[in-house]
Structure formats: C-alpha cells, structure tokens
C-alpha cells in the first residue's frame, strides 16, 4: 500500500514538472540577432569570417582567440575597459592571423590557437576586475 502512495506522488511530481517547461516554452522566440547588454555597439565579424566553410571554421576561431588575447591585454596594459578597448575594430586580430598564421597548417593553427587561449586567461582576472570596476563586464 505504502508503495503505491509513492507511485503516484512520483508520477503527480513528474506530470507537474513537465507541464511547466511547455508554457515557458511558448514564451520564447528564437532570434538569430545577438543583443548585449554591456558595449552593445561592439564591431562585427569580418565577412570572410561568418561566411567561412564549416570545414575551414578553425580559421575563424583562431582569429576570436587573437582578438579575445589581445583586448584582454590591452584592457590590463592600459588600465582602461571602455568599450572601444575591449571590443575595438577586428583589423589588429586579422593583420595578425594573416601575418602570422594564413598560410599554417591546420594542427599549427590548433596550437596557435591553444596559446592565444592561454595568453588571454593569464589576464583574464585582472581584465575582469579592471571592466567590473567600470560596469563593462
């Protein structure tokens, strides 16, 4: 008897739990647009970059992972998290890519890839803590 009291309060639990997701469910609406709430107005992706083949998308990380390293630096070495240093234009990044990584091969861009990760998240803490102090975290 007792067993089957615990039956049905695990199945009144499950059904409630269940209905729950289905309405927050009709509340959301996809959208493709990205919005921010801190630096809204930061520069897109070069084109090359969002229209880059799927086969070719460790490129395109390789370029996020110069540009995050850099504006992580840049935000510690000048003390400063205003939006246009810690989301400037994507022309050092790109110059970088193509100077240095264009015409590596694909494991030596993984391993660039690897490093500029590294270099970003030496900083990041301190990055942090300079753009929490301005409201731009």
């Known amino acids: 008897m007792m067993r089957l009291g615990v039956n049905v309060a ?13 309405s927050a469910e009709r509340n959301l609406v996809p959208s493709l647009e990205r919005s921010f709430d801190v630096c809204p107005d930061r520069p897109a992706e070069p084109e090359w970059m969002q229209s880059i083949a799927l086969r070719d ?25 205003a939006c246009e ?12 890519f193509r100077e240095h990584h264009a015409s590596a091969e694909r494991w030596e861009m993984l ?4 490093r500029y990760n590294r270099r970003a998240n030496e900083v990041r803490l301190a990055a942090k803590a300079i753009c929490d102090a301005a409201g731009n975290w």
């Open 10 to 22: 695990l199945i009144a639990l499950a059904l409630g739990f269940s209905a729950v997701p289905a």
């Open 57 to 81: 998308a460790y490129q395109r990380v390789l370029v996020q992972d110069i540009y995050r390293a850099q504006n992580l630096e840049r935000i510690v070495e000048t003390a400063s998290c």
């Open 111 to 114: 391993q660039a890839s690897d």
């Open 85 to 96: 240093t810690r989301f400037p234009s994507w022309d050092e990044a790109e110059a970088t």
